[in-house]
C-alpha cells in the first residue's frame, strides 16, 4: 500500500507541475495566436488524446518525466508539406518562427512564469492557513572547541540570532539557507544579535576562510560555527479558546504578552511555565496591542492530570495573516528561494557547493510519498518548493530548455538573423546531451543513497 502511496503522490506532483509550466507556454501561444498541434503531459508513445475545437490534441503520454507543447513552425511545414493540409490559412500564417520575437520570448518565458505564479498561491494558501510561529533562533549551547571562524566579539548562551548580513532569520530553513549560501566564502559575515541586558541589537563580525568547505559541514552550518540553536516562539497570541481563562480576561489573537504578575515573558514558553505553577490565581497580563499597552487581570483556569493541579490559559501561539500578508510573503518567499536556488547551481558548478542533494525521480518520488503521508499542507510545500526548482532550472541558458531558447533569441535580435541552421542545430545537439548526463547524474544519486 506505501508503495502506490509513493508512486500516486509521484504522479500527482509531477503531473500538476507539468501541466501547470505546459499550459504557461499553452495559453500565451493561444493569446499571440500561434496554433499549438499537441499539449502532452508525458513523453513518448501517446495512450490517451482528445482534441478541441481549435485542432489541438490533449494527450497523456506513457512516459511521466516532462511534457511539451508543439506548435506550428515554418520549419515544421516544410519537413511535413502534409501537415499543410490540416491547417487553415490563417494558422499557417501564424507559425512559431513568424512572430516578432518579443512574442516568442513571452511563450518561452510562459512557462517559467507560470511555476513561479503557483508556487505564490500555493505559499499564500498555507501562510493564510496556518499561524506565523513568530519564533526566533536562540542561542543553546557553544563548542567552545569549534574553531572555524574568527571573532573579537563572543557569542553567549541564550542570544537571539535576527539577521545573517542583513538578511532576517526566523527559522530553522531561514538560516540554514543564509549560511549556505556563503559555501566557500572567505570574508566577514555579521551576524546581528539580541542579548538580555542589551538595549538594542548590535552585531558580532564573525571571519570566515573557505566557509563549509565539505559536504558534512553543508549538512550542518551552524554545527561548523560551533553553536547550537533552538527555535524559540514569542509570546505572540494566535488563538483564544471559547470559553477559557484567556476569553474571560479579554486577551485576543495577536497581542504580545509582555509581563505575568511583573514577571517578564521573553518567549512563549515562559507563559507556559508561569500560568502552569498558579491554577486559579488571579495574575496580571500587561499586553501589547497594537499602539496600546493594556493591564488585564485574568484568572488562571485548571485541570488535574495523573492527581496535580496545573493552570491552563486557554490559548495557542503565533499570530494570523491576512490575505495580503499572506501574499506578500509568498511573494517573497518565491523571490527568495529562486535567488537561493541559483546560488546553489552556482556554487555546485564552482565546485564549492557538494552534489550529493541533487535528486532525479526517485529522490522526488520519495519525497513525495513522505510529504503525502506527512499531510496535505507539507505536500502542497514540496509542490511549490519543485515548481520553483522547475522554473529556475528552465530559465538557464542551455539549449532545449526554455532559457537556451531565449537566450537564442537574444543572440538573433543581436545578430538581426537567426543562427546558421546547422549551427542551431548543434547547439540544441549539445544542450540535450547536458540535460541527459543531468538526469543521468541525478538518478546515479538517488540510487547511491539506498547503497
Known sequence: ???????????????????????GHFIVARMCKVHVQRFSIGMGPVFYKRNDKHGTEFALSAIPLGGYVSMITNKLIELEPEVRDQLTEEQIQNTFDSKPKWQRASIMFAGPLANFILSIFIFTLIFLNTPDPQSVPVISNLNQDVKNYTSTSSFEIADQILEINDVVVKDAKDVNLELLSYAGYTGPLNIKIHRELSEEPFDIEIFVEDFLPTSESQNEPLDYLGIGIDYKMQPYIGGVINGGAAEKGMLQANDKIISIADKEVRYAEDIRYIVSNNPNANLVFKVERGAEMLYLPITIGSVTRDGQESGVLGVSFGTTRSLLQSLNKGVY???????????????????????????????????????????????????????????????????????????????????????????????????????????????????????
Open 333 to 451: 518567499e518565491t523571490y527568495n528561494l529562486s535567488i537561493k536556488t541559483l546560488q546553489f547551481i552556482g556554487k555546485m558548478l564552482s565546485g564549492n557547493m557538494g552534489t550529493e542533494n541533487l535528486s532525479g525521480p526517485i529522490g522526488i518520488a520519495q519525497m513525495a510519498g513522505n510529504t503525502a503521508q506527512a499531510g496535505f499542507l507539507p505536500f502542497m510545500y514540496l509542490m511549490a518548493l519543485l515548481s520553483i526548482s522547475l522554473a529556475v532550472i528552465n530559465l538557464l541558458p542551455i539549449p532545449v530548455l526554455d532559457g537556451g531558447q531565449l537566450t537564442l533569441l537574444g543572440v538573433e535580435a543581436i545578430r538581426g538573423k537567426p543562427l546558421p541552421e546547422k549551427a542551431e542545430n548543434m547547439i540544441y545537439t549539445g544542450g540535450a546531451a547536458i540535460v541527459v548526463m543531468l538526469m543521468i547524474f541525478a538518478v546515479f544519486n538517488d540510487i547511491s543513497r539506498f547503497f
Open 1 to 23: 500500500m506505501s508503495f502506490f502511496i509513493y508512486i500516486l503522490a509521484f504522479l500527482v506532483l509531477l503531473g500538476a507541475l507539468v501541466t501547470i509550466h505546459e499550459f
